[in-house]
C-alpha cells in the first residue's frame, strides 16, 4: 500500500514542497489540476514551488477533446449529470427538514433519557438519509458504466490508456483542489481510482475530499444561499472513514458547538478532519501516520488534534 | 443618566483627579444595551449632538454637568445601529462643529470625517478589514473619449488576483468608484470575498463623474456613456462573459439613480443592479420639495413609477432606516417586484454615509453574483 499525503488550501503559504520532500519516490511527478476546469494545465507556480520537473495529466482537456469527438459518450455524461443533479435536489429536500429536527432536539431541554434516545434516532435518520443517497448515486454510476461499456469509443479509450501510461511510470502523483464534482467526475472517467490505490499521491483541499470514501460539501458561514453539509458522492475510498474538511477555519462555524457535534456525530464513525493552510496528515494503509495542524471534530462540537495512530 | 457618570458624581462634585480617572478608564461615547451617552469635556456656553440622522432633531442639546466641564448627553439606541456625528461647541457667540475628542472612530466621506457612534453590538464586518490571505487584484487606469461627454472620461480597471486573459470574467461597474474605494474599503471587500468564492473573480470598473448633480440625475448623456461607450470599451479590452446575467451596474445615493436610469435606458444590458441608498425622489402630489438639483430626478422616477418595466433580472436595494430616503426606497420595492424582478431589500439601522454602504457589500454582491464556494474547495 503505497503513502498518501494530504494537505490543505497552498494559499498563502504553500506546504506542498515540504511534502513532496518527505516522500520517498522513483520516477516522474505528474499532477492532476481538473479541478481549476479552463485554467488547468497552469502549473508554473506549482513547478517553482516544488522545484521539480511535472507533467499535467490533462484530464480537463481530454475529456473536452474527447467529448467532442465521440458525442455519444458526452451525451451519457451530460444525462448522469443532470440526474445526479437532480437528485441532489431530491435529496435537498428530505435532508433539511431532517436536518432541522435534528437541530432542534439537541438545543431542547427535557428528561435526559428521553432526549438522549430521540437525539439518538434523529442523527440515525440522517445518517440513513445520507446513506440512501450515496446509494442512489452508486447506481446512477454504475447505469453510465454500463452504457459507457457498449460504445464504440477508441479516442476515449486511446486517451484512458495514454494517461494510465503515465501514471504508471510516475513515482508520485499530485492531485490538487478546485471544484471537486469536476475533479472527481474527470478522475472517475479516467477510471484512475484503483491506479491511484498503488502510487504514492499528495491531494490538497478538493484534491484530498476526492481522496475519501465521502465527499461532503459544507459552509456554515456563507452568506447566502445553502449551508447545511450535504454529502455529494463517493470520493475514489483510497482513504476511508474520514471526511475532509478543506479550509475549515473560514468554513465552519467554531463558536456553534451544537451545530458542530451534529455535524461530526452525523458523519461517525468517519472522523472529521480539518484541512487549513499548512496542514499535512501522512497515511498508509488508511492510517495516520503522521499529522500536523489539522483537528478532529469530537461529538461534543469541539474540535481536538489529529494524533497518528 | 449613564451609571457610570452617576457613579462619578456619587459623593458630590468629583475633583479633577476623578474625572481624569473617569475618562482613562471608559471608551466613550459610553455605550450599552439600547442606549448611549455622549460625553464632552471642556469650556463652552452650550453644546449640542449633531446627528447626522435624517427624521429627527439632528441638534439636540447637551446637559451641563454641575460642578466640571463636562457636558453630557443620554439617548436610547436600538443594538448594532450605527450613526454620524460631531458636537456643535458655542463659545461667545461662535459655533464649531467638532470630532469627538474623546471618541478615535471616525469615518470619512468626500467632505471630511465624522465621528462614529456604533451601538451596543455593532461590530465592523470582518471581510472589510485586510486579509493577509486573500490576494490582492490590481487597480490600473482606463481614458475613455466620450461622444456623449464630449471629452476625456478616467476610469479606474479592478482586476481579480490570478487574472487571465483566457477566462472570461463577469463585470461590474461602479458609479463613484474611488469614493466607494477610498470610503467604503471596496477594493479589500474585492479581494476577501473573491478570496473566500462569495463571489466569482470579476472585473469591475470604478466611474466618476466631475459633475454628479446633473449627470448622476437622469442625464441621458451618462446612460450613453455607460451603454454605448463604457462596456462596449471594456468588452473590447478585457474578457468579459457576454451575458446580461453577467454584468451589474451599482452605486449609492445619486449614483443609484445614475444606475436605475442608465438601466432604464438599456434594459437588455445589465442583469444585476445594486443600488444603495438610491436617491429615488418623486411626487405624486404636486411639486418636490428638494430643490432644483432633483427637478430631473423626479421627472425620471416619476416616468418610470408610472410606466415601469423590467429593466435587469435582479435588483439588490439597501436604504437606512435613519435616512429620509427610505420612503422612496420602500416605496419602489412592490414596483420592482411587480416587474417580475428579483428584488431583495435590506434595511440597516444606519444613516446615509460610506459605511453603511461598505457595510452593505457584502448581502449585496454575493446575492448577484453568487461564488462558487459550495463546490471549489481551492
Given at each position: 500500500m503505497a503513502r498518501q499525503i494530504l494537505l490543505g488550501p497552498q494559499s498563502p503559504l504553500p506546504n506542498l514542497r515540504q511534502a513532496v520532500d518527505s516522500l520517498d519516490f522513483d520516477g516522474p511527478i505528474v499532477v492532476i489540476t481538473a479541478g481549476w476546469q479552463d485554467s488547468e494545465g497552469e502549473i508554473d507556480e506549482l513547478r517553482e514551488d516544488i522545484g521539480r520537473p511535472v507533467e499535467d495529466l490533462m484530464l480537463y482537456q481530454r475529456t473536452e477533446e474527447v467529448f467532442a469527438a465521440e458525442p455519444e459518450l458526452g451525451e451519457s455524461q451530460r444525462e448522469r449529470q443532470d440526474k445526479l443533479r437532480e437528485l441532489q435536489r431530491l435529496y435537498r429536500m428530505r435532508l433539511s427538514p431532517t436536518l432541522s429536527a435534528a437541530r432542534r432536539l439537541m438545543l431542547t431541554e427535557g428528561d435526559p433519557d428521553l432526549l438522549l434516545l430521540e437525539q439518538r434516532a434523529a442523527i440515525a435518520q440522517l445518517r440513513a438519509l445520507d446513506r440512501h443517497h450515496l446509494r442512489h448515486i452508486m447506481v446512477l454510476h454504475r447505469d453510465f458504466d454500463r452504457r459507457r461499456a457498449s460504445l464504440q469509443i477508441p479516442l476515449a479509450i486511446a486517451q484512458r490508456e495514454a494517461v494510465h501510461r503515465l501514471v504508471e511510470k510516475a513515482g508520485l502523483v499530485l492531485i490538487a483542489g478546485g471544484h471537486v464534482a469536476v475533479l472527481l467526475n474527470r478522475m472517475r472517467l479516467f477510471r484512475l481510482g484503483?491506479?491511484?490505490?498503488?502510487?504514492?499521491?499528495?491531494?490538497?483541499?478538493?484534491?484530498?475530499?476526492?481522496?475519501?470514501?465521502?465527499?461532503?460539501?459544507?459552509?456554515?458561514?456563507?452568506?447566502?444561499?445553502?449551508?447545511?453539509?450535504?454529502?455529494?458522492?463517493?470520493?475514489?475510498?483510497?482513504?476511508?472513514?474520514?471526511?475532509?474538511?478543506?479550509?475549515?477555519?473560514?468554513?465552519?462555524?467554531?463558536?456553534?458547538?451544537?451545530?458542530?457535534?451534529?455535524?461530526?456525530?452525523?458523519?461517525?464513525?468517519?472522523?472529521?478532519?480539518?484541512?487549513?493552510?499548512g496542514s499535512m496528515i501522512t497515511l498508509e494503509d488508511n492510517q495516520v501516520l503522521q499529522a500536523s495542524r489539522t483537528s478532529v471534530l469530537t461529538g461534543t462540537g469541539r474540535k481536538k488534534a489529529l494524533e497518528p495512530r | 443618566?449613564?451609571?457610570?457618570?452617576?457613579?462619578?458624581?456619587?459623593?458630590?462634585?468629583?475633583?479633577?483627579?476623578?474625572?481624569?480617572?473617569?475618562?482613562?478608564?471608559?471608551r466613550f461615547p459610553l455605550v450599552e444595551p439600547g442606549q448611549v451617552t455622549f460625553v464632552y469635556r471642556g469650556q463652552a456656553d452650550e453644546v449640542h449632538l449633531r446627528r447626522w440622522i435624517s427624521g429627527f432633531n439632528t441638534s439636540l442639546p447637551m446637559q451641563k454637568l454641575e460642578g466640571v466641564d463636562l457636558w453630557a448627553l443620554a439617548m436610547e439606541l436600538p443594538g448594532g445601529s450605527r450613526f454620524e456625528y460631531k458636537f456643535e461647541v458655542v463659545r461667545s457667540g461662535n459655533r464649531s462643529l467638532v470630532l469627538d475628542p474623546l471618541n478615535e472612530v471616525q469615518a470619512q466621506d468626500p467632505f471630511g470625517a465624522n465621528s462614529v457612534c456604533q451601538g451596543f453590538g455593532y461590530k465592523r464586518?470582518?471581510?472589510?478589514?485586510?486579509?493577509?490571505?486573500?490576494?490582492?487584484?490590481?487597480?490600473?487606469?482606463?481614458?475613455?473619449?466620450?461622444?456623449?461627454?464630449?471629452?476625456?472620461?478616467?476610469?479606474?480597471?479592478?482586476?481579480?488576483?490570478?487574472?487571465r486573459k483566457s477566462r472570461r470574467y463577469p463585470l461590474l461597474v461602479v458609479h463613484d468608484g474611488p469614493d466607494y474605494l477610498r470610503y467604503a474599503d471596496l477594493k479589500t471587500v474585492l479581494d476577501n470575498l473573491i478570496h473566500r468564492l462569495e463571489i466569482p473573480a470579476m472585473v469591475v470598473a470604478l466611474t466618476q463623474s466631475p459633475d454628479r448633480l446633473v449627470e448622476y440625475t437622469g442625464d441621458p448623456r451618462h446612460a450613453r456613456f455607460i451603454g454605448e461607450e463604457l462596456v462596449p470599451e471594456l468588452a473590447g479590452k478585457f474578457p468579459l462573459v457576454n451575458d446580461r446575467s453577467a454584468r451589474g451596474l451599482m452605486g449609492a445615493s445619486l449614483g443609484g439613480v445614475a444606475t436605475l436610469h442608465a438601466a432604464s435606458q438599456y434594459p437588455d444590458m445589465f442583469g444585476q443592479l445594486l443600488l444603495q441608498s438610491g436617491s429615488f425622489a418623486f411626487s405624486d402630489l404636486g411639486h418636490h420639495q428638494k430643490g432644483p438639483v432633483f427637478d430631473p430626478v423626479v421627472r425620471f422616477v416619476n416616468k418610470y413609477r408610472k410606466s415601469p418595466f423590467a429593466l435587469a433580472e435582479k435588483i439588490y436595494l439597501s436604504c437606512g432606516i435613519y435616512e429620509s430616503l427610505i420612503y422612496e426606497n420602500r416605496s419602489l420595492v412592490p414596483l420592482l417586484q411587480n416587474q417580475g424582478m428579483q428584488v431583495n431589500f435590506e434595511e440597516a439601522r444606519d444613516a446615509h454615509n460610506w459605511e453603511n454602504w461598505r457595510d452593505r457589500l457584502r448581502n449585496g454582491l454575493t446575492w448577484l453574483f453568487p461564488g462558487p464556494l459550495w463546490m471549489v474547495y481551492e
Open positions: 484503483e491506479l491511484l490505490t498503488h502510487k504514492p499521491v499528495i491531494a490538497w483541499s478538493a484534491g484530498a475530499m476526492a481522496m475519501s470514501d465521502r465527499i461532503v460539501l459544507f459552509h456554515q458561514k456563507a452568506p447566502q444561499g445553502k449551508s447545511d453539509a450535504e454529502v455529494l458522492d463517493a470520493g475514489l475510498g483510497i482513504v476511508r472513514q474520514r471526511v475532509f474538511l478543506p479550509n475549515a477555519r473560514t468554513r465552519l462555524d467554531f463558536h456553534n458547538r451544537t451545530r458542530l457535534a451534529l455535524f461530526s456525530r452525523r458523519f461517525a464513525p468517519a472522523r472529521c478532519c480539518t484541512l487549513d493552510n | 443618566m449613564n451609571l457610570r457618570i452617576e457613579n462619578l458624581f456619587r459623593n458630590g462634585v468629583p475633583d479633577a483627579a476623578a474625572v481624569d480617572d473617569f475618562f482613562s478608564k471608559n464586518p470582518d471581510w472589510t478589514l485586510h486579509d493577509p490571505e486573500a490576494r490582492s487584484g490590481t487597480l490600473s487606469g482606463l481614458q475613455i473619449d466620450s461622444k456623449a461627454f464630449e471629452g476625456r472620461r478616467d476610469v479606474h480597471v479592478y482586476l481579480p488576483a490570478r487574472f
